[in-house]
């Protein structure tokens, strides 16, 4: 999943998957026949299973949406390095690879989307206001992780994160 998230699809060689895995390059077409299209199908099988435990599933939770909302930074700080590391959805959406991948990227998306939407919901918030915060809220993510990148300073996102929940559950 490293090389993916920090290369992107276009970007990552076999040479380097084949390093990170730790496998020749014939092992991995031994279990990659379609090769690198399906080492990345892999790679987002596991991202979603990763979202689903440690991101969705705290937003579906019982309990006060800032508390969830709260549960998820924690989570995405872990999964982010802090905002050290980048978003594996946004590399695979840009170039070669968001034609092959767009839909499962855009999917993602729409289901974290949903799940921070729930959550506000659940804690009064109007449908059509949950979702424009829910959608505001990823933008603040996904934006303060490409700037705390590229400015090399974790505390942008960071900060971004800890203003989530009192922003969107207000």
């Known amino acids: ?52 435990a ?25 999964f982010y390095r802090e905002g050290r590391e980048a978003c594996l959805l946004a590399s695979l959406g840009i170039g070669d690879s968001s034609r ?16 921070i939407a729930h959550a506000l919901r659940d804690g009064g918030v109007p449908r059509g206001q949950a979702q424009l915060r829910a959608e505001e809220a990823i933008v603040r993510i996904e934006g303060s992780l490409v700037l705390a990148r590229s400015l090399d300073d974790p505390a942008i996102f960071q900060r971004a994160l800890k203003s989530l929940p009192e922003l969107l559950a207000s």
């Open 100 to 115: 092959r991948f767009h839909p499962r990227v855009k999917q993602l998306f729409r289901r974290w989307i949903e799940a």
């Open 1 to 52: 999943m490293s090389v993916v998230r920090s290369q992107g699809y276009d970007g990552a060689s076999l040479a380097q998957l084949s390093k990170a895995s730790g496998l020749g390059k014939s092992s991995l077409y031994h279990h990659f026949p379609e090769g690198k299209d399906d080492m990345v199908a892999a790679v987002l099988d596991h991202l979603e299973t990763t979202l689903d």
């Open 54 to 78: 440690t991101v969705f599933a705290p937003l579906r939770a019982p309990g006060p949406p800032a508390t969830r909302i709260k549960r998820m930074n924690g989570s995405l700080l872990v």
